[in-house]
């Protein structure tokens, strides 16, 4: 059964604020120093943008002192642009050895995207199916199920950032899958949850499906994810008005700086150990089961199924 830590808007922040004080284990970061010299990765606010270009990757470029960033323009909510920054890789013979998915939405109250989909369900979840549909068959991420191009003795490593939140969700309604739903201010978070326990039971999926036969051991594609705990971002943009004079200096206080949330999706993307597993949670620096739901095969076979129909009513796929 979900736990409701996540529920509504107050709980959920409370929380957030309780996991940083957790005492419980601890992976070590990747270490100051190591490096990922000659190799490609994907990493939203780097090379795949919706906003921020030229300029986020001339930030990256001053403060990496590297000059290999590259941005391409995407909306993840339009299947148009899915399509045309896919092509853009293809066409470039790009090979990704990591490939992050970053990007999410918390809308203040539901909305849909220029195919009528609702938005978080579009872009927290879907889009990274379509993404990923294309990268894998055109091969950009090498593997052997789709691409016929395995480089197992060096497995591309998929990156998702997902959130606890997907442990509070109502439980992914199949009958309705796809159909628009309606919230305002008080449930969103919920259905925020919601789309997060697509993208986490979606994850898992893939990873069984990437890996077959498997154990999780000698992966051919390494998939992960990650929940960052709370952080100091942008994800707020939409709070009400009367909201933000509480909520901005609370984040700020409470939660963490982005430079050190993002280091867990460091250390699943650079870390020995996770280039040998495959379907890992972490929650911040710590490993963890999923929810049992976003582990549990049979929706993850149905999630699979029920999003091909999907795409296919919408000429994606
Ligand atoms: N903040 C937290 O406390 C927290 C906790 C758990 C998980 N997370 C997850 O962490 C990830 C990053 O969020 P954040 O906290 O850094 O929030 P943020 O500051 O709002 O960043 C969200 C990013 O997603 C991008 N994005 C949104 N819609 C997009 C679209 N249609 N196409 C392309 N890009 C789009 C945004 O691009 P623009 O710059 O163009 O808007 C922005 O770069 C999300 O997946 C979020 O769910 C956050």
């Known amino acids: 059964m979900a736990d409701r830590t996540h529920g509504?808007?107050?709980?959920?922040?409370?929380?957030?604020?309780?996991?940083?004080?957790?005492?419980?284990?601890?992976?070590?970061?990747?270490?100051?120093?190591?490096?990922?010299?000659?190799?490609?990765?994907?990493?939203?606010?780097i090379m795949a943008c919706r906003s921020g270009i030229p300029e986020a990757g001339q930030d990256?470029?001053?403060?990496?002192?590297?000059?290999?960033?590259?941005?391409?323009?995407?909306?993840?909510?339009?299947?148009?642009?899915?399509?045309?920054?896919?092509?853009?890789?293809?066409d470039r013979n790009v090979t990704l050895d990591a490939a992050v998915f970053n990007a999410g939405v918390v809308p203040v109250t539901s909305r849909r995207s220029k195919h009528g989909l609702e938005l978080m369900f579009a872009v927290n979840f879907l889009a990274k199916f379509v993404v990923l549909n294309r990268l894998l068959h055109d091969g950009i991420i090498p593997n052997a199920v789709y691409g016929d191009n395995s480089r197992a003795e060096d497995p591309p490593r998929v990156i998702f950032v997902s959130s606890e939140t997907h442990r509070s969700s109502i439980p992914i309604d199949f009958d309705t899958f796809g159909e628009p739903i309606e919230y305002g201010v008080s449930?969103?978070?919920?259905?925020?949850?919601?789309?997060?326990?697509?993208?986490?039971?979606?994850?898992?999926?893939?990873?069984?499906?990437?890996?077959?036969?498997?154990?999780?051991?000698?992966?051919?594609?390494?998939?992960?994810a990650i929940c960052p705990g709370a952080v100091n971002s942008?994800?707020?943009?939409?709070?009400?008005?009367?909201?933000?004079?509480?909520?901005?200096?609370?984040?700020?206080?409470?939660?963490?700086?982005?430079?050190?949330?993002?280091?867990?999706?460091?250390?699943?993307?650079?870390?020995?150990?996770?280039?040998?597993?495959?379907?890992?949670?972490?929650?911040?620096?710590?490993?963890?089961?999923?929810?049992?739901?976003?582990?549990?095969?049979?929706?993850?076979?149905?999630?699979?199924?029920?999003?091909?129909?999907l795409l296919r009513r919408h000429h994606v796929i």
């Open 8 to 45: 509504n808007p107050f709980t959920a922040v409370l929380s957030w604020v309780l996991d940083q004080r957790n005492k419980d284990p601890k992976v070590a970061p990747v270490p100051r120093g190591a490096r990922l010299d000659g190799r490609t990765c994907l990493v939203h606010v």
């Open 60 to 90: 990256v470029r001053a403060e990496s002192g590297s000059d290999k960033v590259e941005m391409i323009q995407v909306d993840l909510s339009d299947f148009d642009s899915i399509a045309s920054f896919c092509d853009a890789l293809r």
């Open 187 to 224: 449930d969103g978070v919920k259905y925020y949850g919601l789309s997060k326990l697509h993208l986490t039971t979606y994850f898992q999926e893939l990873s069984r499906r990437l890996n077959p036969g498997g154990n999780g051991e000698n992966p051919d594609v390494c998939v992960h």
């Open 234 to 309: 942008n994800m707020a943009r939409e709070a009400p008005t009367w909201l933000k004079p509480i909520l901005k200096p609370a984040m700020a206080l409470f939660f963490q700086k982005p430079e050190k949330a993002s280091i867990p999706v460091d250390y699943l993307v650079a870390s020995g150990e996770m280039g040998e597993k495959t379907g890992e949670y972490m929650h911040m620096l710590r490993i963890k089961d999923p929810s049992e739901a976003a582990m549990d095969p049979d929706n993850g076979a149905l999630l699979w199924s029920k999003t091909e129909d």
